[in-house]
């Protein structure tokens, strides 16, 4: 869920939205006492820093464990030197200063990446059980606006061959494109250890009741040092290594419906591979270089910034970044 904060108002609605989903996600009270905390003091920061900006509050499941995540994101000033601005104490806004060091301390993993004019995005996480893999994830998700669902989904798994992740788009919006990316979920996660290729072929006859959907698999292949990638319709697919960005092709059609070519492509890649997987909820006109230092960012900071700046605002909306290092 996504929390907006433009009004003092909204600090204790954030909060009890915060206490409320970790409750719900199976967290003690203390630990929940403490998420709540978090939630405060973010969106008290987003009014003092930046007078607007939304907290998306989420669970995750990676490397680092499974917990819930607090992702703050913000078009304010931005922050010169982040090393004062985490010591405690350390204020622009006339307050005490304890705001991000109080974040900082009271999450299990914290991560932040601001710059002048840009904005800030923070996120902090709160573990249930410890590492669990060899892959960061980070993701966003929004319904189209006046809908109680949403159309878009993502899934990921890590079978033999490598981590692999799908994004699928529903076409339209509301119950029927959930259920059409529903659908691919449950038959990209029933039938991992195949290849790419078949996987989606599945996919494509599973979807074939529903309204369809457009849909992308992505996976890195750890021992052949390549990125696997197949994709039908309009999914936009990036991967960065080494402080570069190739762009990914998808074939035209629709999953369930008309999807011409299924085929499988290749993508080499060093040092660390990281996977940006979007809907058409978001523009693809973005450039990670506007952006200094987020390519190297953790991926939820990286999903999170991308979502901030380009969402289209008339559709569902998602995008999930997938890191392996080897």
Request: hydrophobic share 45%; glycine share 12%.
């Amino acid at each position: 869920m996504i929390a907006s904060i433009a009004d003092p108002s909204q600090v204790s609605a954030a909060r009890r939205a915060a206490a409320d989903f970790a409750r719900a996600s199976g967290f003690d009270e203390m630990a929940t006492g403490r998420i709540a905390l978090v939630a405060t003091e973010m969106a008290t920061n987003l009014l003092k820093h930046a007078a607007a900006g939304e907290i998306v509050i989420d669970n995750f499941a990676d490397r680092d464990g499974t917990g819930l995540e607090l992702l703050s994101l913000d078009k304010g000033p931005g922050i010169a030197d982040l090393g004062r601005a985490l010591a405690d104490g350390f204020s622009t806004a006339g307050s005490p200063g304890n705001g991000l060091g109080a974040v900082r301390r009271q999450c299990d993993q914290f991560a932040i990446w601001s710059r002048p004019g840009l904005g800030t995005a923070a996120v902090a996480r709160f573990q249930r059980q410890g590492p669990s893999g060899s892959v960061a994830l980070g993701a966003v998700v929004q319904p189209c606006p006046g809908e109680a669902v949403c159309g878009d989904g993502w899934a990921f798994g890590t079978p033999a061959a490598g981590p692999t992740l799908l994004m699928v788009d529903g076409s339209g919006h509301g119950p029927l494109a959930a259920t059409a990316a529903n659908a691919a979920a449950k038959v990209f996660e029933g039938n991992l250890s195949g290849d790419c290729s078949r996987l989606m072929e599945d996919i494509h006859r599973a979807l074939a009741p529903t309204r369809g959907a457009a849909a992308a698999i992505a996976r890195i292949d750890m021992a052949q040092r390549l990125v696997r990638f197949v994709g039908v319709g309009n999914i936009a697919a990036a991967l960065v290594s080494q402080g570069f960005v190739r762009r990914m092709v998808s074939h035209n059609g629709t999953a369930g419906h008309i999807a011409p070519r299924i085929r499988e492509f290749t993508y080499p890649w060093s040092g660390s591979a990281t996977i940006i997987l979007h809907s058409d909820g978001l523009s693809a006109k973005w450039d990670l270089d506007a952006y200094p230092g987020l390519a190297a960012s953790h991926p939820s900071l990286i999903a999170g910034v991308l979502f901030r700046d380009h969402r289209r605002g008339r559709d569902d909306a998602s995008i999930v970044v997938m890191r392996a290092v080897p």
